[in-house]
């Protein structure tokens, strides 16, 4: 997976989180960019559980790696369905594969006009291009 690699079937946020919606639930994640970024993770913190509501722009937990420490903000508002327990033991599956196993939590959105606003692949991409490498 190259580290720009961004999929089409998803909206992104400038955090460098993507969500995608899939039949009543937005699942979020992050980006291949950001993963380059961190490095090796090491750890996976999610704050948010079943049930709870987050809200779009506030993080919902955090990811370490041997470089940093970094926040993870919810794309979209809404009530958490599910969350990737897998993280827990294995936070590298985040590095390798972000766009499948590696998501983060399951959102039932309260406002389906977030995901919209939210970038497309085009819009990230060009979004990309204008960040430091």
């Not at 993080?59 to 926040?71: I, N, W």
Request: charged residues 30%.
């Amino acid at each position: 997976m190259g580290k720009n690699e961004v999929r089409a079937d998803r909206r992104y946020t400038k955090d460098h989180e993507w969500a995608k919606r899939e039949g009543v639930e937005v699942l979020v994640g992050v980006s291949a960019y950001a993963v380059d970024q961190l490095g090796d993770i090491t750890l996976v913190n999610l704050d948010a559980r079943p049930g709870e509501s987050i809200e779009a722009g506030k993080p919902f937990g955090t990811v370490e790696s041997v470089k940093t420490l970094a926040d993870l903000f919810a794309p979209v508002s809404g009530r958490v369905l599910r969350v990737n327990s897998v993280l827990e033991n294995a936070p590298e599956t985040l590095n390798d594969d972000c766009y499948g196993a590696g998501w983060l939590v399951a959102i039932e959105p309260a406002k389906p006009e977030e995901y919209d606003a939210l970038m497309d692949a085009e819009a990230y991409t060009a979004f990309l291009a204008t960040t430091d490498h």
